[in-house]
């Protein structure tokens, strides 16, 4: 007679798929919570410590850690010397294990759990068990997902149980107990950098293709959800999102976390095409489109109050893939959701984002680093040339600074009065991104007296500071550091401009 042993925090289903296992004529061993479910459901199951002979102890610490269960799990049927030692202790062989984990993810996400409560929640004979069966999945199937429970009956029922399926199951046993073993790992670890780093992510969506249509791609989010990702959204209209929908959506979120004031940020290729702020959203958006009204075409935007009608009409009438926002009105919605391929999206809208670290792929590996969460204030801008910046210029150089580190280095923003005119992104020396960035600024406005050049890193040479005089800056703000600095200060005096130096570079490769 065949023999399962069933011990599930989960219980969905289990009372369904017991039911099918005892009609095929298998024989069911239980614990705990499960054994007294299958009991009430008028199932027969054995308990754990009869095939143990051995009660549970240290209030359930101690139950399936046996050799009675572990060698009913782990005795290979295709070797003589293996069955004889069963036959030996009288122990029977385990065919089927179903098994899930305490709900150790749920537990540390409760507000205000304990680190006792969450060490409780830590499970050990369940993985153990787990562990072995798919070990020898040759002769035992290992079951621990309740989305499987009809797929194994039915292949059950049909004979139909061969050696891929069989190691199909064992795969994902070791991919869950990673995962399990890799979450507890994080939870507990300390140390900044760790000698073994141990993510895990769970499967978001596979994705039509990825960065081009001949790369296959899928999305995956991070075991303990983040409010606060384009994974989190609720995307209440449009098609699937693609990968780069998702890389560009993430980046305009980064963006418009550093406002708090109605802000609409628009992006392109993960750099931001323009960025606005106004006393009203609507406001907002105007001075994001005016200040980049060619690449925002099939860009994404992300807005950080919620979408009016008047605002929805403006946006409707520009090819956009994403509009990112905290809610739309009613009339908003129903006005966008005409356009059957833009994606609406809603997510809760912060200025705080949580510190955590960010992985970068390279060959053979990974490197790590906290995010760029400097914020810049005045107080901490120095003033390095004779001619002292206005308050205005002050105040847009704080703006600029919050958009040049979400610009690809070489980055180069020139702003004013909460508007982004131009962005020079990823050019190969810093003076083709000025030039890039004044160009574009200049097809906004002639006049850009009133403007601030900023930074992400310091001038290696005076051509920029004298670039950016030429086309009529009159205030720079650059981070500083280079053995040529006073070559840029003096330059910024000779031609009467203000320079202010931030204290903090911000590439972003």
């Known amino acids: 007679m065949a023999r399962a042993l069933l011990s599930v925090s989960d219980k969905n ?25 299958l ?87 369940g993985p153990s068990m787990l562990r072995s ?46 995962a399990y073993d890799a979450l507890i790992a994080n939870y507990l670890t300390e140390e900044t950098f760790p000698a073994q780093l141990t993510p895990t992510f769970e499967l978001f969506e596979e994705l039509r293709y990825g960065e081009n249509p001949f790369q296959k791609a899928a999305a995956y989010k991070t075991a303990l959800p983040e409010p606060y990702s384009v994974l989190s959204a609720n995307i209440l209209h449009g098609k699937q999102l693609s990968y780069n929908n998702i890389r560009d959506a993430d980046a305009a979120l980064r963006i418009i976390a550093e406002f708090s004031e109605p802000t609409v940020v628009t992006v392109k290729h993960m750099n931001p095409a323009g960025i606005g702020q106004g006393p009203d959203i609507e406001t907002a958006w105007d001075k994001a489109f005016a200040a980049d009204p060619v690449s925002i075409f099939g860009g994404i935007v992300a807005l950080n109050r919620e979408v009016d009608l008047d605002t929805a009409m403006k946006l409707k009438a520009i090819f956009l893939e994403i509009i990112i926002a905290p809610s739309f009105t009613d009339e908003a919605y129903a006005a966008l959701a005409k ?47 004779e001619v002292k910046p206005t308050q205005a210029q002050l105040e847009t150089m704080v703006f600029a600074q919050k958009a040049v580190k979400h610009v690809k280095s070489n980055a180069i923003v020139v702003a004013r009065h909460g508007q982004t005119l131009g962005v020079g992104a990823g050019q190969p020396n810093r003076i083709d991104s000025v030039t890039y960035a004044i160009k574009n600024a200049k097809k906004i406005t002639d006049d850009l007296s009133d403007a601030v050049l900023a930074s992400d890193a310091f001038f290696p040479f005076s051509d920029s500071v004298a670039y950016a005089a030429e086309h009529g800056i009159k205030a720079v703000v650059q981070p500083g550091g280079s053995i040529r600095d006073q070559e840029s200060i003096d330059k910024a005096n000779e031609l009467g401009i203000a320079m202010v130096l931030s204290g903090n570079r911000h590439f972003r490769h």
């Open 339 to 385: 356009k059957k391929n833009l994606r609406l999206l809603t997510l809760p809208f912060t200025t705080d984002v949580p510190q955590s670290y960010e992985l970068t792929s390279v060959f053979g590996g990974v490197v790590v680093q906290d995010r760029d969460l400097v914020n810049e204030e005045l107080a901490d801008f120095e003033v390095v040339t």
């Open 13 to 37: 289903g289990l009372v369904p798929f017991a039911q099918g296992l005892a009609e095929l004529g298998y024989e069911l061993v239980s614990t705990g919570g499960t054994l007294k479910v």
């Open 133 to 178: 069966a798919a070990k020898n999945f040759a002769s035992v199937l290992a079951v621990t997902d309740p989305a499987d429970y009809d797929l194994v009956l039915e292949k059950l029922r049909h004979d139909e149980i061969d050696g891929a399926f069989r190691k199909s199951l064992a795969a994902k046993v070791f991919r869950q107990t990673a």
């Open 39 to 125: 009991a009430e459901a008028g199932l027969a199951p054995i308990a754990i410590d009869e095939v143990t002979g051995f009660s549970e102890m240290l209030d359930g610490r101690v139950k399936t850690l046996h050799p009675r269960v572990h060698g009913g799990l782990l005795a290979r049927r295709d070797l003589p010397e293996h069955m004889a030692k069963l036959a030996e202790f009288n122990i029977t062989p385990i065919d089927l294990v179903v098994v899930n984990l305490y709900p150790f993810k749920a537990t540390i996400q409760k507000e205000g759990v304990s680190e006792a409560e969450a060490i409780e929640n830590i499970d050990i004979g």
